[in-house]
T-cell receptor, first 112, second 114 residues
Framework: AQKVTQAQTEISVVEKEDVTLDCVYE???????LFWYKQPPSGELVFLIR??????QNEISGRYSWNFQKSTSSFNFTITASQVVDSAVYFC?????????FGKGTKLTVNP | DADVTQTPRNRITKTGKRIMLECSQT?????MYWYRQDPGLGLRLIYY???????NKGEISDGYSVSRQAQAKFSLSLESAIPNQTALYFC?????????????FGPGTRLTVL
């Protein structure tokens, strides 16, 4: 069965620090998608990024960057110069057929 | 207007009551999903539907039922609510095909069963 592990349950940083959220996955599929979602305190789930298994290029979007490494089955998420508005729970997810398998989430708190 | 809406947003009910959570979407997606979120457990899939005639159980379907009334509507029912069904429930739709294999979530329904 597929599995997503986010070993960091909670992280606390001070504003402007860089922070990396780890995600390790297990799958036997050769074709799959990986995702990151953000859940701010208001509760909604916001889609951040999708990466397919054939594309190992790192991606940068503003202060956000993602590092996908198939060799280590990892899809890590880095926030550069963190801001208080980045405080949220972040979920990594893996596609399994028609479904998503979610990690348990990492709660990030950015303190002013 | 939001693409995926859920009603109600908050609901408090009593053990044994029947309750329905509704989800509507304007994205035109065929695939719809119901998840529940419990603290520290992430999201778990309850039911999913590929179209109005195709409904499938997820990993935690016991105690729940669904109805896909139309492409745009997917309802989740708790026939006889129990306290351990207290959770945050999310509906999602999926855009599929090519490189657009992404699920988009509604705002969630917070359900409390007393």
């Amino acid at each position: 069965a597929q599995k997503v592990t986010q070993a960091q349950t909670e992280i606390s940083v001070v504003e402007k620090e860089d922070v990396t959220l780890d995600c390790v996955y297990e799958t036997r599929d050769t074709t799959y998608y990986l995702f990151w979602y953000k859940q701010p305190p208001s509760g909604e789930l916001v889609f951040l990024i999708r990466r397919n298994s054939f594309d190992e290029q790192n991606e940068i979007s503003g202060r956000y960057s993602w590092n996908f490494q198939k060799s280590t089955s990892s899809f890590n998420f880095t926030i550069t110069a963190s801001q208080v508005v980045d405080s949220a729970v972040y979920f990594c997810a893996l596609s399994e057929f028609e479904k998503l398998v979610f990690g348990k989430g990492t709660k990030l708190t950015v303190n002013p | 207007d939001a693409d995926v809406t859920q009603t109600p947003r908050n609901r408090i009910t009593k053990t044994g009551k029947r309750i329905m959570l509704e989800c509507s979407q304007t994205k035109g997606h065929d695939r719809m999903y119901w998840y529940r979120q419990d603290p520290g457990l992430g999201l778990r899939l309850i039911y999913y539907s590929f179209d109005v005639k195709d409904i499938n159980k997820g990993e935690i379907s016991d105690g729940y039922s669904v109805s896909r009334q139309a492409q745009a509507k997917f309802s989740l029912s708790l026939e006889s609510a129990i306290p351990n069904q207290t959770a945050l429930y999310f509906c999602a739709t999926r855009e599929s095909g090519g490189d657009k294999d992404t699920q988009y979530f509604g705002p969630g329904t917070r359900l409390t069963v007393l």
